[in-house]
């Protein structure tokens, strides 16, 4: 049985290897990450399901723009590992969202279109857009505490201007 707050529960976590920490001291912070996602109490990606992975500033620039799009009751997809996974954000009603991860874009862009393999879930468009603001505030200051002139990169200058503007905040 789903417990009310499953529906409140989405956790949307970057693996932060050596690899990439040395990158980003390096002044590249659009490499490769891992990723994984869950919500509702389910695994989207991770855990037995195994991790996605994709350019880190892109996949940001990707979950925010979700934002933008459920609030405007458009679609969001985000896509991983150059194609062959896309996560889809779509708007229920007026206060919960679907999430699924899909294996072909027609898919992402229509559920009528999805394999039955498609792992889909729903969770409060809340609870969505909180897990996105938090995993993009942690992936900014860890980077810039990496590389503190990041800070003066254009897209991680674009990071925490979506940030700003979609949470209200100024700076």
């Known amino acids: 049985m789903t417990s009310p707050d499953q529906h409140t529960n989405v956790e949307i976590k970057f693996h932060y290897n050596q690899q990439y920490r040395e990158h980003v001291s390096k002044g590249s912070p659009d490499r490769w990450i891992d990723m994984s996602l869950s919500a509702a109490g389910e695994d989207i990606y991770g855990g037995s399901r195994g991790i996605v992975t994709g350019s880190a500033c892109i996949v940001v620039l990707d979950l925010l723009d979700s934002i933008e799009s459920i609030r ?5 997809i985000i ?7 896309w996560l ?3 708007k229920c009603d007026e206060s919960t969202v679907e999430i699924a991860a899909c294996h072909t874009l027609k898919g992402a862009k229509s559920p009528k279109n999805r394999l039955d393999i498609s792992r889909t879930t729903v969770v409060t468009q809340q609870a ?5 603001v938090e995993l993009s505030r942690e992936f900014y200051q860890k980077i810039t505490k990496i590389n503190p002139d990041l800070q003066n990169h254009e897209t991680v200058e674009q990071i925490r201007e979506k940030i700003d503007t979609l949470t209200g905040s100024g700076g």
């Open 88 to 90: 889809s954000i779509a």
């Open 72 to 76: 405007s009751n458009d679609r969001g």
């Open 128 to 132: 969505w857009e909180e897990a996105v």
């Open 79 to 85: 896509t991983f590992d150059d194609g062959p996974s």
